[in-house]
C-alpha cells in the first residue's frame, strides 16, 4: 500500500517561500508511469493543480503558477518538495501531495496525503 506523507509549515509570511514535501512510503517515486503532484483547495473553492514531478524526474508545473513554482525530487528518500515563492494570502490552501499513473494535469489520482493546511500571513 502506498502512503503518501506531507510535512512543512504551516504558517508562512506574506512574500516568503513556501517549502511542502511529501514522502512516500510503500513504493517508489521512480516507479515507472507514475506522476507525483502537488494539488490544493484554497478555503471555499475547488482543487486546484499546482505541479508534479514524474518518475523520470521531468516537472510540470500550473501556468498560472509558473513563475513562482518548481519542484525538486530526492530518489534516495523518495521524497519530492514544492517550492512556492513570493506567497500572498491568496496561497493560504490545504496542499495535497498524490499519485497518478495519467501525466498531469489530471483529476484521477490513486493515492493521497492525508493534507497538510498552509496559512499566509503576517
Known amino acids: 500500500q502506498v502512503q503518501l506523507q506531507e510535512s512543512g509549515p504551516g504558517l508562512v509570511k506574506p512574500s516568503q517561500t513556501l517549502s511542502l514535501t511529501c514522502t512516500v512510503s510503500g513504493g517508489s517515486i521512480t516507479s515507472n508511469s507514475y506522476y507525483w503532484s502537488w494539488i490544493r483547495q484554497p478555503p471555499g473553492k475547488g482543487l486546484e493543480w499546482v505541479g508534479a514531478v514524474d518518475y523520470r524526474g521531468s516537472t510540470f508545473v500550473s501556468p498560472s503558477l509558473y513563475s513562482r513554482t518548481s519542484i525538486s525530487r530526492d530518489t534516495s528518500r523518495d521524497q519530492f518538495t514544492l517550492h512556492l515563492s513570493s506567497v500572498t494570502p491568496e496561497d493560504t490552501a490545504v496542499y495535497y501531495c498524490?499519485?497518478?499513473?495519467?501525466?498531469?494535469?489530471?483529476?484521477?489520482?490513486?493515492?493521497w496525503g492525508q493534507g497538510t493546511q498552509v496559512t499566509v500571513s503576517s
Open positions: 498524490v499519485s497518478s499513473t495519467h501525466p498531469p494535469p489530471s483529476d484521477e489520482y490513486d493515492y
